[in-house]
């Protein structure tokens, strides 16, 4: 015990030891740096209640928030046999859900899952996350917008913990945008006037970007592998508590692979918008689909507790097993779009 400690603490030693060489060795640059980052500014803007132009110091007085070896795999290591090293670093930083907040979100309620944000760097290069990913998963606890890394200044970085590949991983952040999709919401309208929609029978999947549209029937998704949702929480604060599921569904990553092209790397500026006819809607990320360890829980669920769904779910609902609300269980899907 007492020889582990020390064994320990002798590394902990050699590695500051390693970065004070390291910061001296650097000293000049990293003042250049850093003096460089105090002017830098991040605009958070688009559907929130305010609009915040966010400096360094700025973030850094908010709460900060570690995450230590996160693994860094570049996109172009698929498998064990590739020479190239792979790397773990720890970040400091705060959290996107922290800064959103910051700015407070103007969609609330049955609105809020048709919601997405961009993060836009200097090159114009963007990233999306879907309004889930960031506040009912748990993926939400590992983006990070990172002002250092192993204890030293760089210039604000997007983190993504979780993610298997660093594609997301990106430099010089100068913008963050919240918007959300133009899908008309019905559901309150319905519900005032008692009127209750007919359960699905089919649905459409388009990609406008691939020229693809298929009708979808339940045969369609019958013919596709399916997994095991052990415990769907589907609660959420308009409709009260619905209790916990289990379900079985196609993963939605599974259904783009086989009517869409889906390149990899995938575009991690795209995202899917799942919509029903009362207008309820939700965005899924192609981040959290095709790169994230928790993407294979995200369903186009048929089968609820060991049966066909009710009619009131239609002959499909997506189920996201990771969340911790029903917000993205959107009954009665009718359209699948890629955007
Ligand atoms: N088509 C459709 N799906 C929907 C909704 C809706 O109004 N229309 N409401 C959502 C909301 S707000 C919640 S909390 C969950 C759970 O609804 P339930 O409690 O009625 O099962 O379903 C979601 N799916
Ligand atoms: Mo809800």
């Known amino acids: 015990m007492s020889s582990l400690l020390s064994l320990r603490f002798v590394q902990a030693r050699r590695a500051c030891s390693f970065v004070s060489f390291l910061s001296f060795a650097l000293l000049v640059p990293v003042l250049a740096k850093d003096a460089l980052s105090q002017e830098t500014r991040i605009a958070v803007r688009g559907d929130v209640l305010q609009e915040l132009s966010l400096s360094v110091a700025d973030l850094k007085a908010m709460p900060p928030f570690l995450i230590q070896d996160v ?4 996109e172009r290591v698929r498998d064990r046999k590739d ?43 963007e990233i999306v996350f879907s309004f889930g990913e960031i506040f009912y998963s748990s993926i939400g606890r590992s983006v990070l917008i990172a002002y250092e890394v192993w204890d030293l200044p760089c210039a604000p970085t997007l983190v993504v913990a979780t993610d298997i590949h660093d594609g997301r991983m990106m430099k010089d ?37 691939d020229k693809v549209e298929h009708v979808l029937k339940p045969a369609d998704l019958e013919a596709l592998p ?62 959290e689909l095709f790169n994230s360890r928790m993407g294979d829980q995200i369903v186009v669920a048929t089968i609820k507790d060991g049966r066909p769904l009710p009619p009131a779910d239609g002959f499909a609902m997506s189920v996201t097993g990771e969340d911790s609300t029903g917000g993205r269980s959107v009954k009665r899907i009718k359209k699948i779009e890629v955007r």
């Open 71 to 74: 693994p860094v795999i570049p």
């Open 226 to 287: 399916k997994v095991h949702i052990p415990a769907a929480v589907l609660i959420g604060d308009c409709e009260g508590f619905h209790g916990i599921h289990d379900l079985d569904g196609v993963p939605l990553s599974t259904l783009l692979k086989k009517y869409t092209t889906v390149p990899d790397p995938a575009p991690y500026n795209r995202y899917v918008l799942i919509t029903s006819d009362d207008g309820y809607c939700a965005t899924y990320s192609f981040g």
């Open 173 to 209: 952040l100068t913008q963050i945008k919240v918007s959300r999709v133009d899908v008309e919401l019905f559901a309150y309208d319905d519900r005032e006037k008692k009127k209750v929609r007919p359960p699905s029978t089919e649905f459409t999947f388009i990609d406008r970007l």
């Open 83 to 125: 020479e190239e090293k792979v790397t773990q670093k720890t970040f400091r930083g705060v959290l996107l859900r922290d800064v959103l907040w910051k700015a407070g979100l103007k969609h609330k309620r049955k609105w809020e899952p048709g919601v997405f944000i961009q993060i836009v760097n200097k090159d114009g290069r």
